[in-house]
C-alpha cells in the first residue's frame, strides 16, 4: 500500500481565483491520478500524471483549467483556474501500484473539499 | 466506452445479515477491479482487487468475485455490522480507458 497526503484537506474560494492542490506519496510511483467528485455523484479520471511527460486529460477536461506537475515521483500538483461555483467537488489524486506488484492497485488519498462561492 | 453499472443504489438492512452489491461493466478487456468503501467527507479505502485471471478474492468478511466474461462482479458482505454502512464502489480498469472508471456507487446502511 501507499500512505498519501493531500493539501488543502478543504478550502472554500472565490470565483475567478485559482487554487492548487498537492499530493505526496511516501514511496516512488510511476503512475499518479487526478480525479473529482461532484456532490452526490461517483469520481471521473480528470488526467493521468507521469513523470517527466505531460499530462494526459480524459475528454471534458483541458489544461486550462487544470494545469498538472509532476516534477519527481513522489508528488504532484492539480491546479484548478478560474473557478467558478460549478468546480465545487471533492478533488482526490491516486496512485497506482505503488509496490511495483504489478497489480495495478490504486490507493487514494483523503481529498480536497472545495467550494466556490 | 467503459461503463459502469451498480445495483442497489442503496440499501438498508438489520445488522447480521448477509448481503450482496452488485457490479456491471460494458468492457470486459480489463485488467483488474477494485471494490472501495468511502464514508462520508473522506476518501477512499481500497477492499479488494480481483485480477482479471482470478474469479474471487476474501478479506475477512468480505468476498468479491468476478465473471469477466459477462461483466459482473459481486461484493458480499458476511454478518453484517454497523461499522459496515458507508458507500460502496466499484471500479475496473481497462477497457479502453486510463485510470479507474466508477460506478455510482451502493449506499449501505446497517442498523443497529
Known amino acids: 500500500s501507499a500512505v498519501i497526503s493531500q493539501k488543502p484537506s478543504r478550502d472554500i474560494c472565490q470565483r475567478g481565483t485559482s487554487l492548487t492542490i498537492q499530493c505526496q506519496v511516501d514511496?516512488?510511483?510511476?503512475?499518479m491520478f487526478w480525479y473529482r467528485q461532484q456532490p452526490g455523484q461517483s469520481l471521473t479520471l480528470i488526467a493521468t500524471a507521469n513523470q517527466g511527460s505531460e499530462a494526459t486529460y480524459e475528454s471534458g477536461f483541458v489544461i486550462d483549467k487544470f494545469p498538472i506537475s509532476r516534477p519527481n515521483l513522489t508528488f504532484s500538483t492539480l491546479t484548478v483556474s478560474n473557478m467558478s461555483p460549478e468546480d465545487s467537488s471533492i478533488y482526490l489524486c491516486?496512485?497506482?501500484?505503488?509496490?511495483?506488484?504489478?497489480?495495478?492497485?490504486?490507493?487514494f488519498g483523503p481529498g480536497t473539499r472545495l467550494t466556490v462561492t | 466506452k467503459q461503463e459502469v453499472t451498480q445495483i442497489p443504489a442503496a440499501l438498508s438492512v438489520p445488522e447480521g445479515e448477509n448481503l450482496v452489491l452488485n457490479c456491471s461493466f460494458t468492457d470486459s478487456a480489463i485488467y483488474n477491479l477494485q471494490w472501495f468503501r468511502q464514508d462520508p467527507g473522506k476518501g477512499l479505502t481500497s477492499l479488494l482487487l480481483i485480477q482479471s485471471s482470478q474469479r474471487e478474492q476474501t478479506s475477512g468478511r468480505l468476498n468479491a468475485s468476478l465473471d469477466k466474461s459477462s461483466g459482473r462482479s459481486t461484493l458480499y458482505i458476511a454478518a453484517s455490522q454497523p461499522g459496515d454502512s458507508a458507500t460502496y464502489l466499484c471500479?475496473?480498469?481497462?477497457?479502453?480507458?486510463?485510470?479507474?472508471?466508477f460506478g455510482k456507487g451502493t449506499h449501505l446502511i446497517i442498523q443497529p
Open positions: 491516486s496512485v497506482e501500484d505503488p509496490g511495483g506488484t504489478g497489480k495495478y492497485e490504486q490507493y
Open positions: 471500479a475496473v480498469l481497462g477497457g479502453g480507458a486510463d485510470g479507474l472508471t
Open positions: 514511496s516512488q510511483v510511476t503512475m
